[in-house]
């Protein structure tokens, strides 16, 4: 877990983070220079009924109200369609009834940012998160983490091509995927899913005015297909 904003930031911002763009499901508040309050979950599956319920734990257990905030931080993919859309959908409302900025970050920044620092040291940190349909959704990252390439949905095989000849750590849920494909490669410990608390220190180094109408961010079509109604 990231643990502090970086030189520069203010570190008295403070700021309630979600992600529900995965597998995983997460809730936290960042106040005064680090998490004060955190939930994760890998339900896979039922993200809607977990996700508020985790919001108001840490709200309660940060001692903050909604007044208290500074802005509202959530992933905005890529990521699964409905996951997506449950995460958006409460972050956005939140804040519109508190007044409140929305940040948004991608789920590869979080993934990424979640990369202990001394891992990352000399390295550069591929991203790679299982997409389904034989692709995974890519990005390199420079060891301050800086992009060093488009996020892209890839096959496994041309994932080396984000960073050619250089030192990588691997990191995400699509890591083993494209591991064979890399000469050599470290792979980061952890399950390799984003986490509010990571979103939420990301956040904090981006300026309230930095915050822009946040959409989902999708690599590729959500894959729904329609009904046959040709009878």
Known sequence: ???????????????????????????????????????????????????????????AESGLAYRDLDSIAATVGPGTFTGLRIGLAAARGLAMAAGLPLIGVTTLEAVAAGVAASLRAGRTTVVALDARRGQV??????????????????????????????????????????????EAARRAPGDGLPDAAVVAALAVGRAASEATEVAPFYLRDPGATPPDVTG
């Open 1 to 59: 877990m990231m643990a502090g904003a970086g030189p520069g930031v203010s570190r008295r911002r403070a700021i309630l983070a979600l992600d529900s763009a995965t597998a995983a499901c997460s809730a936290a508040v960042w106040r005064n220079g680090a998490v004060a309050a955190r939930r994760f979950a890998v339900p896979g599956r039922g993200h809607a009924e977990l996700l508020i319920p985790m919001i108001q734990a840490v709200m």
């Open 137 to 182: 959704y890519a990005q390199a990252f420079d060891t301050a983490l800086g992009p060093l390439s488009a996020p892209a949905a890839l096959e496994p095989a041309a994932v080396p091509t984000l960073a050619p000849g250089r030192p990588v750590v691997l990191v995400g849920t699509g890591a083993s995927l494209v591991a064979a494909h890399f």
